[in-house]
């Protein structure tokens, strides 16, 4: 344990219970930061009311039964309890941290997580919105596995469905191994158009395509196999996006919709069989108490549509199946836009009633928020056409390279070229991760890339000035050394160190990857400050020097493991 706040906390919920009597055990003593103390304790306030008494004299009562605290204690205002580490205590804390191979991080007892992220479309480009799942989806898979989770990654990718009939027919007559073909693996959407131009040109072809719908369904076995090679170019062109991206997800990880095809029927007999569905208009619907849609009718979760066919609804009634029972969850995650929540609403609690989602396991919606352009609508090109995913992450790199080739231009050519990408991704991914997952905001590369602000470059900027602190010392970053902590903005630092463990852990718990992107970007802020006004490889002493310089490698790693909790990496000079 290494954050103060966790050592603290239990001693004061003791000292609360012993204040106030048994009834009061186990309470939440509020530790907060203060500017007035390195933490304060805010539980007063709230336990006044409890026991009839007021704030400051409940606060003198549990000081009264505190003992020895590795801490000075001071009530104030009208009843917070200010605590001041003692400079020796962070200093041991400091060294536990330093010699702490996951740097604070706890192990949390094991549950399995699938999550489900991601789910770009087969013969579709992939927009700004599944930029923001796989990012954020990835941020967590990376987080939750480090913080001892099994995380079971499902790409719920669109493989199945009417258009594949028109897709099919339109491979066949451009050829399988055609240059038009293989748009699917570069520019999924211009081989999507001239598919549905056909479609909506030639009868012929319509009806060709709606006999594949047919065939497809059936199992038939050459269709299956056109259907698994259109699958498998879309999948060389989601994996180049991926690999550019720097996302963990491979196609071990694909478990697209087609996977539950044969799980369908048996939903909707087994939801007809509970009496839970009933036949409305010759679709098969469950009707929840409390749906209702406009003019205060009933709202039904469709699960077999009047035509026969699947849709959303029923294979996401089969993942919640699959995950429960084949893969054992006990935390189910769904990275995906917001304006779903009605949808997974009434597809959990259809679950819930059915039997096939236990009270014991947690399904979270991880809402996902609009990406906006700079006229506050969903992002387009400036000729209006929906962005190129891959064509936004190659401006991203160019503009990246245009940036260290003004600001390092003594840098040898590969240098700078190995850099920019890590650059121009870190800068979108840190911008996408760095505001609340379900708020909406403006893509906008310029900021995206300043180094200055609360973004990936200046993050990244960090790391690679401590990379040169240890060239121009000529040694490799190391903080073996023990840290001594004289100066406010050393101790400052240290405190910032030693909350790494729980930031990351609160991460885990509320699924906010953009907690440890403030976290880091405040750490990043405090080594500036200790820079600035704390000599580094001019300190006064050897000694000073080598604890100075431990200070900064053990941010250094803090930094790295942080940025790579996120899916960021870091350049080593910049
Ligand atoms: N393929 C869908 C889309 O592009 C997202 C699927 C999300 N996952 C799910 N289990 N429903 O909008």
Redesign the pocket.
């Known amino acids: 344990m290494a954050d103060p706040r966790d050592v603290l906390s239990p001693a004061l919920s003791a000292a609360i219970a012993r204040a106030l009597g048994p009834d009061f055990e186990g309470t939440d003593p509020v530790l907060r930061p203060s500017q007035y103390a390195d933490v304060q304790a805010n539980a007063a306030l709230a336990l006044a009311k409890r026991v009839g008494a007021n704030p400051r004299e409940v606060a003198t009562r549990v000081v009264a039964e505190l003992g020895d605290l590795p801490a000075a204690v001071e009530i104030s205002g009208p009843g917070f309890l200010n605590l001041t580490y003692d400079d020796a205590w962070v200093t041991s804390l400091l060294g536990d941290l330093a010699a702490d191979p996951r740097l604070g991080v706890p192990v949390q007892e094991t549950q399995v997580v699938p999550i ?1 992220y991601s ?3 087969v013969a ?1 480009e992939m927009h700004v ?2 930029l923001r ?1 796989t990012v954020v989806g990835d941020a967590l898979a990376r987080t939750l596995e480090h913080l001892g989770h099994r995380v079971v990654r ?1 790409n ?3 493989d199945w469905g009417t258009p594949f009939g028109m897709l099919i027919e339109h491979l066949l007559a451009v050829g399988e191994n055609s240059e038009e073909a293989l748009l699917l693996e570069s520019d999924p959407n211009a081989f999507y158009q001239a598919a549905r131009a056909q479609f909506d040109g030639d009868e012929a072809f319509a009806t060709r395509a709606r006999a594949r719908v047919v065939a497809l369904q059936a199992g038939d076995e050459e269709t299956l196999r056109l259907w698994t090679e259109l699958v498998g170019l879309s999948r060389h062109y989601f994996n180049r996006i991926y690999s550019t991206l720097g996302v963990t997800l491979t196609d071990d990880d694909l478990a697209g ?1 087609s996977t539950y095809n044969d799980d369908l029927a048996g939903i909707c007999d087994e939801l007809e069989a509970k009496g839970l569905a009933t036949i409305s208009d010759g679709a098969l619907c469950v009707f929840l108490d409390g749906y209702t849609g406009r003019e205060g009718k009933p709202q039904p979760l469709i699960i077999r549509k009047s035509d026969g066919g699947y849709g ?1 609804a029923t ?2 009634l089969a ?1 919640i199946r699959h995950r429960v029972e084949r893969l054992g969850a006990d935390r189910c995650l ?1 990275v ?2 917001a304006p ?1 929540a009605l ?2 609403e009434m597809v959990w609690k259809t679950a819930r009633l059915a039997g096939w989602l236990p009270d014991h396991v947690e399904v979270v919606h991880v809402k996902i928020g609009n990406v906006l352009g700079e006229d506050r609508k969903i992002l387009r090109t400036r000729s209006g056409a929906p962005l190129r995913l891959m064509a936004l992450l190659e401006e991203a790199q160019a503009n990246a390279r245009r940036e260290v080739d003004a600001s390092r231009p003594e840098l040898p050519e590969e240098t700078r070229a190995a850099i920019a990408p890590v650059v121009g991704i870190g800068a979108v991914k840190y911008a996408d991760l760095s505001v609340a997952h379900d708020s909406e905001y403006v893509f906008d590369l310029d900021r995206m890339l300043a180094f200055v602000g609360n973004t990936g470059p200046y993050l990244q900027y960090a790391t690679a000035r401590i990379h040169s602190i240890f060239r121009s010392a000529g040694e490799p970053p190391s903080y073996d050394a023990p840290i001594t902590l004289g100066e406010p903005a050393e101790r400052a630092l240290a405190l910032r160190l030693l909350s790494f463990g729980t930031v990351v852990a609160e991460v885990g718990d509320s699924l906010e990857p953009h907690r440890l992107c403030t976290y880091l970007f405040d750490l990043a802020q405090d080594f500036s400050g200790f820079y600035e006004h704390c000599p580094v490889l001019k300190a006064a002493t050897p000694e000073l020097r080598a604890s100075r310089l431990s200070l900064a490698a053990l941010t250094l790693a803090v930094l790295s493991r942080g940025l790579d909790l996120l899916g960021i990496e870091t350049p080593p000079q910049m």
Request: glycine share 14%; net charge negative; proline share 4%.
């Open positions: 489900d789910a770009p479309n579709k919105g599944h799942t499902q719920h990718i669109g919709e959303y294979t996401d993942t769904y995906i836009g779903q949808h997974l």
